[in-house]
């Protein structure tokens, strides 16, 4: 039976929402956990890899699975979400697309055309740069893929620029685990900051999303 993260780091059993998702995955299966969860994070943008990260290094530093497990599981994670993501910009293209994303809840047609417009000006630094980009690391296969860029040359790509990222959120993670002693006594607000920070985050996202949303049907009964 894997070890979990409550016996070696007290309290996270509070932790809620995306968070407490992802815990309860890692927990459940080990390191393929956090490859769904980082997978999940790909698909719906909203679901910040930053705060799943570190969580998969402080599940690592309680013996959960080992910190080469959590980078490469994780990073074996992204590349999977971003192919599946880069295979639907292959299949659909940028008109499909564009007119299913302006029927979404919270996405916009102007997201594709933005990132597609982006991927033909910068090409392949795009896959690997915008790795470390909110939001924009996960929409930039999509254009790879209506551009039809070369398969092997993506997932080396996405592979690469998402093992970075994830080392350094992961390595976050499990230093903290390590030096739990440090920082225990101030867990509990420690525990209630990062959890508001992602609800700020989140919130902040869709309200933003929402008002433009709102704002361009303004524009549109108006006829400007």
């Known amino acids: 039976m894997l070890p979990t993260i409550l016996q070696s780091v007290p309290d996270t059993s509070e932790l809620t929402g995306v968070a407490g998702w992802a815990v309860g995955l890692m927990e459940a299966v080990g390191a393929p956990g956090a490859a769904i969860a980082i997978a999940a994070e790909n698909l719906f943008p909203p679901i910040p890899s930053e705060v799943i990260l570190p969580l998969a290094g402080l599940t690592a530093s309680a013996g959960g699975f080992t910190l080469v497990e959590a980078i490469i599981w ?13 295979t639907l910009g292959r299949i659909l293209g940028h008109e499909r697309l564009s007119r299913i994303a302006a029927k979404m809840p919270l996405v916009r047609a102007s997201d594709i055309d933005k990132t597609t417009a982006w991927f033909a000006k910068h090409g392949w630094k795009t896959v690997l740069f915008g790795r470390f980009l909110p939001i924009f690391r996960s929409l930039i296969s999509i254009p790879a893929g209506i551009e039809r860029m070369p ?3 993506f997932l080396g790509l996405t592979a690469v620029g998402s093992a970075i990222w994830n080392t350094i959120f992961i390595m976050l993670g499990f230093t903290l685990g390590q030096n739990w002693h440090v920082i225990e006594p101030y867990m509990d607000w420690l525990q209630w900051l990062v959890i508001a920070a992602v609800v700020v985050v989140i919130a902040w996202w869709v309200t933003r999303r929402m008002l433009l949303n709102r704002r361009e049907g303004k524009h549109l009964f108006h006829g400007e």
């Open 74 to 86: 994780t990073t074996a994670g992204s590349v999977v979400g971003a192919l599946l993501l880069y």
């Open 151 to 153: 398969v092997l040359l």
